[in-house]
Nanobody, 120 residues
Framework: QVQLVESGGGLVQAGGSLRLSCAASGGTFYAMGWFRQAPGKEREFVARSGVSGGTTYYADSVKGRFTISRDNAKNTVYLQMNSLKPEDTAVYYC???????????????WGQGTQVTVSS
């Protein structure tokens, strides 16, 4: 049974940083990534990475501020979030898929989500 468990969310002031972690169990995945959902909005793609890290891809809204990385030995993906803005406030979801393409729109597996709140 596949499980994705996120951690690292919390409350931070604008301009601050947070690091999210997502540990996967029950499988290994070529692609892992992050999505987010703000109140009243649809879930949106944030970032994804292939196994080697050479296929990272970011949403324009986070490019230059967020960095996705992976520790394949730990089957874990991270999201380092810097220069946070109030509009980054959302529930952040870890995602995993065997396809680097499918993960952009229809990941096969989801975590339960972790809340990130950025105060102004």
């Amino acid at each position: 049974q596949v499980q994705l468990v996120e951690s690292g969310g919390g409350l931070v002031q604008a301009g601050g940083s947070l690091r999210l972690s997502c540990a996967a169990s029950g499988g290994t995945f070529y692609a892992m990534g992050w999505f987010r959902q703000a109140p009243g909005k649809e879930r949106e793609f944030v970032a994804r990475s292939g196994v080697s890290g050479g296929t990272t891809y970011y949403a324009d809204s986070v490019k230059g501020r967020f960095t996705i990385s992976r520790d394949n030995a730990k089957n874990t993906v991270y999201l380092q979030m810097n220069s946070l803005k109030p509009e980054d406030t959302a529930v952040y979801y870890c995602a995993a898929d065997r396809s680097i393409v499918s993960i952009l729109t229809r990941p096969a597996y989801w975590g339960q989500g972790t809340q990130v709140t950025v105060s102004s």
